[in-house]
């Protein structure tokens, strides 16, 4: 063992300093002392670091992407119906929701570089266990594999960036990570199609391993060693609360994607089992020694916010990806292939603009980018929602550029902004609650705005629903996506004037 005495100045970034002042404590020897780290840092570089990051990024939502497009082969493979074979994509889905916030606290525990390092293994072998599996069966469980493998990934990567990215770029290494996201999103059906064609469906997993061993090693390569801080004994971890919120997620995900579009008793039910155990969630985490979340965060305003905002923003990006494909054949009679070619123009435009997003984020401030990336929003969904025919492809296509590019903008900011209000300590929880915010608005806007779509078409059957009724189906499904984002706006608004009046209480905070 190492011992370090603190300075009253904690060091940004750096999660081997001492940050307590005036306290003399003890550093892990394993799995690094106070000079390891900071040899380790000076010897990586940050855009290095960022590269090792921007993968693992890109691995989890390429891995999200690239399955969706061979659902057909597989049905055709396992003689399932596509209610059997979508699970391969709800499969991942549900295990990244489940674990999204445990991995970050995880990481604050253990160590992040460690705990990622174990995620990038987790997912590469998961492909691997994808593509040689006999069954649909044992294709979803490894597919399950595949999306915990994943949250360790997406929730360490954004804290790990916050740990070790200057403070003065934060912005524009968010913008970066918001890139290949939004690269791999889009390259997944492309990649996906070209891979069927040409080798068959496994080939679809087993293009993550290459990617994988990439990852780890520039992780392994470039990444600082983890610095923890020695506590008394070994370290807690929330068992309890950690089973409560997850079970508690697993039974939102079900409420919103059993039946079909259309809420039955089952789906109540798991709404009230939803309820039921959010409740002991929060009174777990308020008898807990070491809770998995400390419930102290949401007093921040700034950060209740931000997540608040998160879901409601990516609520309304689900709908376009939901309701647009029905708009475009059965309005517009584009076939598959120019379908593709108009959906991909979202990803591609957030892909361009997600790097200089970042960097004005870093010039102007997360403030003044959250409000003009929501308002670019509003402007795109209230465009979609007075969608005139005539205009045809285009009608649709610059209002998509619109929404994304305030989505790009929006992201970028309000990523940053959380990443500035949370400590060394919460950064990994603090990540994974955000990842959260995102994934809960998708499960709810392919739940909910599909619903809002199906009954303002007033359609029995949306398939075989007239040009007439997808039109208004979809001028409502926007009409209510440009209120959610008026109120991602009355938030942020809000959000700001809490904040000064939190730091007029407390000047000391943030």
Not at 336 to 351: D, F, K, N, T, Y
């Amino acid at each position: 063992m190492t011992t370090c005495k603190t300075q009253p100045t904690a060091v940004p970034g750096n999660s081997g300093s001492c940050q307590n002042p005036s306290t003399t404590i003890e550093i892990m020897h394993n799995p690094a002392t106070q000079n390891d780290c900071e040899s380790a840092k000076q010897n990586g570089s940050a855009r290095w670091v960022l590269a090792s990051l921007s993968l693992a990024a890109l691995l989890s939502s390429l891995g999200s992407s690239i399955a969706n497009v061979g659902l057909p082969t597989l049905a055709q493979t396992f003689s399932a119906s596509f209610q059997q074979v979508q699970w391969v994509v709800l499969a991942y889905l549900l295990a990244i929701t489940t674990l999204i916030v445990s991995a970050g606290r995880i990481g604050d525990l253990f160590g992040r570089k460690k705990i990622l390092q174990i995620g990038i293994t987790m997912f590469s072998i998961a492909s691997v266990l994808c593509a040689l599996a006999p069954t649909l069966e044992l294709l979803i469980a490894a597919r399950m594999m595949q999306g915990l493998g994943a949250a360790l990934m997406m929730s360490l990567a954004m804290a790990l960036v916050g740990e070790n990215i200057p403070k003065e770029k934060i912005g524009s290494a968010m913008g970066i990570l918001g890139t290949v996201s939004a690269i791999g999103t889009a390259l997944g059906p492309s990649l996906g199609g070209l891979l069927i064609a040409g080798y068959g469906w496994p080939m679809i997993f087993l293009v993550n391993v290459p990617l994988g061993i990439a990852a780890w090693w520039l992780n392994y390569r470039f990444l600082p060693a983890d610095c923890l801080q020695a506590s008394r004994g070994r370290p807690f971890f929330d068992a309890m609360g950690t089973l409560l919120l997850s079970l508690t997620l697993i039974a939102y995900a079900l409420a919103m994607t059993l039946g079909h579009g259309h809420f039955n008793t089952i789906n109540w039910t798991m709404l009230l089992a939803t309820a039921l155990g959010l409740g002991l969630f929060i009174l777990s985490q308020m008898g807990s020694t070491s809770p998995l979340i400390q419930l102290s965060m949401f007093r921040n305003s700034a950060l209740t916010t931000g997540f608040a905002m998160s879901t409601l923003v990516t609520t309304v990006v689900m709908a376009t990806l939901v309701v647009g494909p029905f708009y475009l054949s059965g309005v517009l009679a584009l076939d598959a292939a120019q379908i593709g070619l108009v959906m991909a123009s979202g990803p591609i435009v957030a892909a361009l603009a997600g790097a200089p997003a970042g960097r004005v984020v870093d010039r102007l401030g997360s403030v003044r980018i959250i409000i003009t990336g929501l308002t670019a929003m509003a402007i795109g969904t209230a465009l979609l929602s007075m969608l005139p025919v005539a205009l045809g492809v285009f009608g649709y296509i610059i209002p998509l550029m619109i929404l994304t590019a305030g989505y790009a903008l929006f992201q970028a900011a309000n990523n940053t902004a959380v990443m500035m209000h949370l400590s060394a300590q919460q950064r990994g929880v603090g990540s994974g609650l955000l990842g959260l915010s995102r994934n809960l608005g998708l499960i709810t806007g392919a739940s909910v705005m599909g619903m809002i779509f199906a009954l303002g078409s007033g359609a029995n059957d949306i398939t075989i629903a007239s040009p007439q009724d997808i039109e208004m189906g979809m001028k409502i499904t926007f009409g209510v996506a440009t209120a959610l984002i008026v109120s991602a706006l009355g938030l942020s608004l809000a959000g700001q004037i809490l904040s000064r009046h939190d730091n007029i209480l407390s000047p000391e905070q943030n």
